[in-house]
């Protein structure tokens, strides 16, 4: 099958690519670096011409509630507009396992933007739910750490290897467009902070982990609510066996 992958170049678009060509599909990257741009629509048509299916795990810095909103609401009805023109019959959208369970997050915010014009789109779809990464707990670190210390929430979350996540969209890519699937998840229940320390040591860095809700993580992500929802489909790679790769 012919695959086009927008955000070929990112953490999860990157190993969808690599995933698609082992199982010997056709895949057209798409990202701004090269050449096209779903906020544009720049060369967007040229690279769905004879896609079979688009994966969508493109992503947005913002964090403005607002601005999210108009990126991914921007970026996706272009994309969806563009396979449309081009007859594009399956549309895969990564999304966050919890998104509607989480209020006060511009990211979320966004995400749920995008889901609801893929889910009223023109082309058949399925929206694929996955919890944070493994490496999701030095990336949050990462931004807010200043001086040596960095604030981080006490999220309990069940993190899934990039990998397998990978794995997961291009299976469903090239099989028949099944709407909202299952959450998918990591095998353990993991504490963000413990996280954090746990990569940081294996990495060899240093910094002190200060546990807060005042970053862009709040209350409202506190408790189970990020956690997998029944009938969640379990990923094989536990994050020690992540931290072992790094
Ligand atoms: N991190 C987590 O724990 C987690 C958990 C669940 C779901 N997710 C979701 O996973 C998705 C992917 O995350 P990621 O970490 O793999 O993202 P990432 O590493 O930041 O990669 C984003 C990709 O999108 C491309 N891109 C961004 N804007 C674009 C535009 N206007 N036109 C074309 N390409 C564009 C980027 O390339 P260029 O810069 O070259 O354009 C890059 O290839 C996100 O939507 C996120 O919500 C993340």
């Not at 969808?16 to 670096?33: C, F, M, P, W, Y």
Request: glycine share 10%.
């Amino acid at each position: 099958m012919r695959i086009a992958v927008a955000g070929a170049t990112g953490n999860i678009g990157a190993l969808t690519v690599a995933a698609l060509e082992r199982g010997g599909h056709h895949v057209v990257r798409i990202s701004r670096s090269l050449g096209v741009n779903l906020e544009t629509g720049d060369g967007l048509d040229e690279a769905l011409t004879g896609a079979d299916a688009v994966v969508d795990v493109t992503n947005c810095g913002a964090t403005d509630r607002a601005e999210a909103i108009a990126y991914f609401g921007t970026t996706t009805g272009n994309l969806l507009a563009a396979e449309q023109r081009a007859g594009v019959r399956h549309n895969v959208l990564l999304s966050i396992a919890g998104v509607d369970r989480v209020d006060g997050n511009a990211h979320y915010a966004g995400k749920r933007e995008q889901e609801r014009l893929v889910s009223e789109g023109p082309t058949p779809w399925t929206i694929v739910p996955a919890t944070q990464f493994h490496d999701f707990a030095e990336m949050v670190a990462s931004w807010t750490e200043q001086d040596g210390v960095a604030p981080i929430a006490p999220l309990l979350i069940q993190p899934i290897a990039p990998a397998d996540v990978a794995d997961i969209l291009a299976e469903l890519a090239v099989g028949e467009p099944r709407g909202r699937y299952a959450d998918v998840a990591g095998p353990d229940p993991q504490d963000l902070v413990d996280m954090a320390r746990r990569t940081h040591a294996a990495r060899g860095h240093s910094v002190k982990l200060a546990p807060t809700w005042s970053t862009m993580f709040g209350p409202t992500m506190a408790g189970n609510v990020l956690l997998p929802a029944e009938g969640a489909r379990i990923a094989p790679t536990t994050f020690e066996a992540w931290l072992a790769t790094l």
